[in-house]
């Protein structure tokens, strides 16, 4: 008996022939790109390195779009953006020992914000594998386990016929919910050696979803239609699986306050009437929520930033959809639902009945209103200003990409996204040096639409040899940078903490010149003329720069309260 899936898998003549007869001058790096082809990918970002040089080899031979950067964390940051942009795995190509170890803290950050990134990193020649001490250049003891305990899933090759197989294992393992970096490994003579296998088309690599269990969305719709007091906080799992919509209707349906957290920055609108919008590190939000009789947390661990810094204690109870299972009642009991936020929310949407609520707009003014004088009664009219003008500069549609730096710290609170995915920053790890290139593979993810990098004058000299990358590429990024003069959130805390700073105050270039170096338009900008010039910028395609000196301060926190 022939069955229709056995037809499906028995080649076309054409295909018998081209696997027979494949084409000449074809090395492992082949098998690297032909398999990235076959899985969707477009375009690739890295650096080249000697060990890696047959997969650099092979892009010539292909139709991938090579994005390369200057250093290979800043090519990683670049990589992490275009999957958040896209929802696509960004392949990140790198060579052994250095060069692989430059992308670590890039990949933490992907791991930490659950982005998916597809490193494909060289190794020393495979009879130097084993961990023997054989004098290699960058040769390591065991490469893989510097990155087993930072990225998702560690892939090791050893052979051509197994690129194929691994390339779209870490593929899937990167999209599979919850998304993350993976690490596929590929020794120097593989990659370099001819090969005789045929062209690598059409690769199956869909991820897997993660649904609900039905008998715990029936248990959380029960609880949540007989709460008198529900809210909601919405983590970034609601963006990354793009469940905006979804999360809307549920909180209109059950009339739930919402407040979204850093990571999930625009998943509700920011004006809605149900909208406590993102001032988590507030005592008036937290103790609002902590009201709450049931607590509903989609896609958040509710994690430092997201708990005001683990002061946030709920009474109520607590249900937690969240995808990755570590995350799970990892710092409140709850009943714990692993599942995409997508598929969760629906499931919810259709067994939760409507409520009526007509007091819950009103108590959300409240909050906001106590949240506006807290912050009015702080002289912080300059802060306000600079951050009011970036919105009002930002194209609605556009994205931005923060570094860590307070004016960023302000955006987590007080910024208004104008819809999901659309802020990103480094608050998953929490290193220096993300913003511009993140920017910059935003604006490869979409060359029509302005992208908005921000960084303090600290984390621009982490940043400063991407400003070639736009150039070369003609990368429609805006980057803003605050000249404080130092590191100047820990210029903050180190005062507040000791009395004075130490080590916080930073010698650095001028900045306009230095972009002007580079082919790049520079402008020196103030407070009262951020709003035209960054405009004006942001409207003008290709690279540019705008520098704003200012020293800002951070409002007062309200964790350290009694």
Do not use: C
């Amino acid at each position: 008996m022939t069955h229709d899936h056995d037809l499906e898998l028995r080649p076309t003549a054409a295909q018998t022939e081209a696997a027979l007869n494949p084409p000449p001058g074809r090395n492992g790096g082949d098998l690297v790109v032909e398999t990235l082809s076959g899985l969707g990918a477009t375009t690739v970002f890295g650096l080249p390195g000697q060990h890696a040089l047959g997969m650099f080899d092979a892009l010539r031979r292909s139709d991938l779009r090579y994005i390369g950067l200057r250093v290979e964390n800043n090519a990683g940051f670049a990589a992490d953006a275009y999957g958040r942009i896209t929802g696509e795995a960004a392949p990140l190509l790198l060579s052994t020992g250095p060069g692989a170890l430059t992308s670590l803290a890039a990949l933490q950050e992907a791991r930490a914000a659950s982005a998916p990134v597809l490193a494909i990193s060289s190794q020393i020649p495979t009879p130097g594998l084993g961990g023997g001490r054989h004098g290699y250049l960058h040769e390591l003891p065991d490469q893989a386990a510097s990155f087993r305990g930072v990225v998702k899933s560690v892939h090791t090759v050893r052979t051509q016929s197994q690129i194929p197989s691994a390339v779209a294992a870490a593929w899937k393992s990167a999209l599979t919910a919850p998304h993350g970096p993976v690490w596929v490994e590929i020794p120097q003579d593989v990659l370099l050696a001819e090969t005789q296998l045929p062209v690598v088309t059409a690769v199956d690599a869909t991820p897997d979803e993660l649904p609900p269990r039905p008998e715990l969305t029936a248990v959380a719709a029960d609880l949540l239609s007989k709460a008198a007091r529900p809210a909601i906080i919405a983590g970034g799992g609601v963006v990354r699986a793009d469940a905006s919509g979804k999360l809307r209707r549920l909180a209109e349906v059950l009339r739930a306050p919402v407040v979204t957290t850093p990571g999930g920055k625009g998943a509700f609108p920011w004006k809605h009437e149900l909208s406590l919008q993102s001032w988590i590190e507030d005592r008036h939000t937290t103790g609002f929520l902590e009201e709450a009789d049931v607590l509903l947390v989609v896609g958040s661990g509710l994690g430092e930033l997201s708990s005001n810094y683990h002061t946030f204690k709920p009474r109520g109870r607590v249900i937690q959809i969240e995808a990755d299972l570590g995350k799970l009642e990892s710092n409140h009991p709850a009943l714990g639902i692993h599942a995409d936020a997508r598929l969760a929310l629906q499931a919810l949407l259709e067994t939760v009945p409507e409520r009526t609520d007509a007091s819950a707009p009103e108590r959300v003014r409240a909050v906001l209103k106590k949240v506006a004088d807290r912050i009015a009664a702080q002289e912080l009219t300059l802060e306000q200003d600079v951050l009011a003008s970036v919105r009002k500069a930002l194209p609605a549609g556009s994205p931005s990409f923060w570094d860590m730096t307070i004016l960023a710290y302000w955006a987590w609170s007080a910024f208004d996204a104008k819809g999901p995915n659309r802020l990103h920053s480094a608050q998953g790890a929490g290193g220096l040096g993300y913003g511009f290139p993140a920017a910059l593979g935003a604006a490869a993810a979409d060359p029509t639409t302005p992208v908005l990098a921000v960084s303090g004058d600290g984390g621009a000299l982490y940043s400063v040899a991407e400003l070639a990358t736009a150039r070369q590429y003609d990368l429609n990024v805006t980057w803003l940078i605050v000249d404080d003069g130092g590191y100047g959130i820990l210029r903050e805390y180190m005062t507040d903490a000791f009395g004075q700073a130490t080590a916080t105050e930073l010698t650095r270039p001028d900045y306009v010149a230095l972009a002007e170096s580079f082919g790049v338009p520079g402008v020196l900008t103030s407070p009262g003329t951020l709003e035209t010039d960054l405009a004006k910028a942001l409207s003008q395609p290709g690279p540019s720069v705008v520098v704003l000196p200012a020293v800002l301060r951070m409002f007062a926190p309200t964790h350290l309260d009694g």
